[in-house]
């Protein structure tokens, strides 16, 4: 919901996290049929749909976009509409924590590959034979074509892997393994130079950190703050590009955001 509700500012939209969903939905109408079932509340999906669509709209009217630019939050909402899929991923609690639990990891190791790629590209300047590299310009993009959309699935991610370290119970081997992935996925973000999920990471992970016992957590929040900055005193581009979030006046990102929101 919180994806959602920043629509209207958000260039990466929730094209991802529907797309996970989708997979996982689209498994269960294949695999569990007889399980499914359809909530009442796919009405109010649908209006929430609409909603959004027509804020997006109105924002671009009343900021003087052309005719043209108007057809484009009718054409997002066509992305929206996997959202519908979701309910169908309702078959009993043991057959979907095991989907999940093996979906997530094919995830979480898929992406860390992704990432590592890419950063061996940036260090060797080598090109990939591959119709996409992973990393493209300044920023690891992944195999997704826009940074902003990989350092969206990337943080997303890298919450689902602090969440898994902090309260799952497993094995001491996988939780190494866990926090290296976890390395992986926020170099990724970092690298990706999606200020917008610089902005969420920060907020959401001493919430995050904060769940579990006081003193995890101020180790956790030390470590995280120092790891910012070993970051941003090693790579100048990404502090630049940290940094440019408190350009509120002379960035064209920045006020666009601005005048959405004033909107």
């Known amino acids: 919901m919180s994806y959602a509700f ?13 797309a996970v969903g989708v997979v996982f939905s689209v498994y ?59 309910p169908a991923v309702s078959a009993d609690r043991g057959w979907k924590r095991s989907i ?12 860390s590959v992704i990432i590592v790629l890419g950063l061996f590209q940036k260090a060797s300047g080598i090109g990939y034979a591959l119709p996409r590299q ?21 943080s997303t991610l890298a919450v689902l892997a602090i969440c898994l370290i902090m309260f799952w119970e497993k094995p001491k081997n996988v939780n190494m393994v866990l926090v290296g992935i976890l390395v992986l996925l926020v170099s990724g973000l970092f690298f990706s130079l999606a200020r917008t999920y610089y902005v969420s990471m920060l907020l959401v992970v001493p919430a995050i950190l904060l769940k579990k016992h006081w003193r995890t957590a101020i180790f956790g929040i030390l470590s995280f703050a120092l790891s910012i900055l070993v970051v941003l005193s090693l790579f100048p581009s990404i502090k630049e590009r940290a940094f440019s979030i408190a350009d509120l006046k002379h960035n064209p990102s920045n006020l666009e955001r601005v005048y959405l929101w004033r909107t």
């Open 134 to 154: 992973p990393f493209s310009g300044e920023a690891l993009v992944g195999f997704f074509g826009h940074h902003i959309d990989a350092g969206g699935f990337f």
């Open 6 to 18: 920043f629509l209207p500012i958000s260039h990466s939209i929730v094209y991802f996290p529907l």
């Open 28 to 86: 269960a109408l294949t695999n569990g049929r007889d399980n499914i079932s359809c909530p009442a509340h796919l009405k109010r999906l649908g209006i929430i749909l609409l909603l959004l669509i027509l804020w997006q709209a109105l924002t671009l009217l009343l900021n003087g976009a052309d005719n043209e630019a108007l057809r484009t939050p009718f054409i997002r909402g066509l992305d929206y509409v996997y959202i519908f899929a979701l």
């Open 100 to 111: 999940a639990e093996k979906s997530l990891f094919v995830l979480l190791i898929t992406t």
